[in-house]
């Protein structure tokens, strides 16, 4: 999704309230709610939700001093009042704690925030993100580091954060660093080599993440909201290796890689063919930090096919033997047991986000504006409201997309609120404008945009 910076901002302050006040009745039933929507909110917040800390008032209390103009944004994007929001930080400790005493039970919540290992602070990481930013991190003989952030804007400015980090007790991620004491500065360079810098404040307030499970650490500024989607990493960590990756000849083979923890990373290759019929490889790989490379054995062999409306799945073999390492840029697979399978170079794709932005606006049901409204926020939320102008549903929009078996991309819309009373899926084609949303698999409620 296409996320503003209000959205990524407030979905650390309001998850809590968001998710918990709905129609769960239960801790389980909140908790099987959140795990259920944890992926979307994890691609709007960025794994925001983290944020919150064990004692639930503390970060709003700290971002009401920081950034008092914040919160009518923050109200305003979300409909919430501020003040309930800082109050459901209690209860969202206290189901955070009953996760933490019951992980089993919990399953793939647990699994997707807390981190039992020990964080390594102290080093340089680069920003998968932007790849344009640096976090240099060095310890201090009080127990707390000295952090410094180098963004580079343009080849001739870079912006600077420099603060004191102090480590603190945190629920999630297997740690934090906070701060107050932030100098932030901007550093010029002019044709002639004159180096000019200006320092915009010296009081500057902020907490940085580190998460599960490849120690990723996340930073969150309280002033100027810096950071929200960056994604610091050390140049030898299994991260650098995480996402999507395509082959650079046609783009029929896509390499899917998802770190277990920083020695081991879960594999899917696919291999594009027909609508009926393809290939797929699957396995558990070992990572070597020495020569960034993967290594694996037992792989699964999986024939795809499809008869239009449903794909099964044969396996072929289970003992697939092979490794995937990094080379200039590029990852190369090199399977032992097929030779044609050598020497296929694949290439680093960006995260999906489609633009939402296109959507924003009002929209008619029937074209007629008395008959009742869908109203889409630029940050993705959206609001439905009868004729009489109450609202009926209040939800949220992401993109997602599958890939059929002849390597084309179907994409989908859609439509979801966090208590489950509402969710719809269009398809949509992000190469042409959207002139109507038709619920109902195209046989529902129709709402046509009202002219600008």
Known sequence: MNHSIIRAAAVAFAAAAMLFCTACDTIDDAAAAAAEKLPGLIEAGEEALGRLQEKGQELPEKIKEAAPD?????????????????????EFSALAKDILTDPEGYGELYGMFFDNDPVTWEGTRQDLTSKRATMEIVPLDDGNYHVDIFWGSSAFETEIWSFTGVPGESVFGGGFLEYTDCVRKTVATDDAGNITETVHYTDGAGELFATSPVNTILWFDYVDLAGLDAKFVFPDSIA????????????KIVLSLQPVDQQTMECVIFRAGTLENAEQWEFTAAFDSSDMSLSYENARYIRLTSDGSEITEETVSEDGTGRIYLDNGCLVWEDEKNPDLHGFRFAFVPEFDQDIERLQGVWYLNGDPGAGTLEIKENGDFLMNNPDGSAAVDGYIYYDRDRLLDGSLVYWLHFDTLDDSFSEIIRDDPDSEIKEIVFGDGTGPCYIKAES
């Open 70 to 90: 914040l919160i009518a944004q923050i109200e305003e994007a979300t409909g919430l009042d501020f003040e309930a929001i800082a109050e459901k930080g209690g």
């Open 240 to 251: 650098n290796l995480e996402g999507t990756w395509e082959d650079i000849d046609d783009g």
